[in-house]
């Protein structure tokens, strides 16, 4: 079974719209953490948020926010007030304690196009 | 947040060359990560390179194919071997603590 899920392949959105990213993991280790990434064309990988799996709120930075929702196990990005500069790969990936902290496992990731 | 390097940042090779790739670090780490990424795919972990000790392989992932160098805290080099086709991908060097992991610009190679 894969442990990251990202079901919607593309993603269009406005710009200065909102959209959300969905994002479902799978995992028996109680502590874990989940991360966001952006990957433009240039190739570069972007972290943008993280949130780990005993956090109380959910976490934000600037116009991204983590939609956690521990007991579905999913952790979708929200991205407010889109920008054309936001079109890019993003994928989700999830790093497990019981793994030693070492790997990250990522998801086969969304593409979102922001349209003038 | 350290700031990675690597170089090359892209190359084309022939077909049963080598390629080393570098990737330097501006403070010193424990450990350090190996990515690969195939085109149109997602991130897949080659190995983990600790500092004095071997690098720890991920399956699927053999020494003899991707030799790793850790010979300090702040570099690390990652050879890709006898390489075919199939090796074309961007490889990227990571490191981070457990709530944040950063990556390398990454190097785009295309193997002809």
């Known amino acids: 079974a894969q442990k990251i899920t990202q079901t919607q392949p593309g993603m269009f959105v406005q710009e200065k719209e909102a959209v959300t990213l969905d994002c479902t993991y799978d995992?028996?280790?109680?502590?874990?953490?989940l991360f966001w990434y952006k990957q433009p064309s240039s190739g570069e990988m972007i972290f943008l948020i993280y949130?780990?799996?005993?956090?109380?709120q959910n976490a934000t930075e600037g116009r991204y926010s983590l939609n956690f929702q521990k007991a579905r196990k999913s952790a979708n990005l929200v991205i407010s007030a889109s920008q054309l500069g936001d079109s890019a790969m993003y994928f989700c990936?999830?790093?497990?304690?019981?793994?030693?902290?070492?790997?990250?496992?990522f998801g086969k990731g969304t593409m979102l196009l922001v349209s003038p | 947040s350290a700031v990675i390097s690597q170089k090359p940042s892209r190359d084309i090779c022939q077909r049963g060359t080598s390629l080393t790739i570098q990737c330097q670090v501006d403070?010193?780490?424990?450990?350090m990560f190996w990515y690969r990424q195939q085109p149109g795919q997602s991130l897949t972990l080659i190995a983990t390179?600790?500092?004095?000790?071997?690098?720890?392989?991920e399956s699927g992932f053999v020494i003899d194919k991707f030799p790793i160098s850790r010979p300090n805290l702040t570099f690390s080099t990652l050879t890709v071997s006898n390489m075919s086709p199939e090796d074309s991908s961007i490889y990227l060097c990571s490191l981070g603590s457990y709530n944040e992991q950063f990556f390398g610009p990454g190097t785009r190679l295309t193997v002809l």
């Open positions: 949130q780990g799996s005993y956090d109380q």
């Open positions: 390179a600790n500092q004095g000790s071997e690098a720890t392989y």
């Open positions: 995992t028996s280790d109680p502590s874990y953490g």
């Open positions: 403070s010193q780490v424990t450990m």
């Open positions: 990936a999830m790093r497990e304690a019981s793994l030693g902290y070492s790997t990250l496992t």
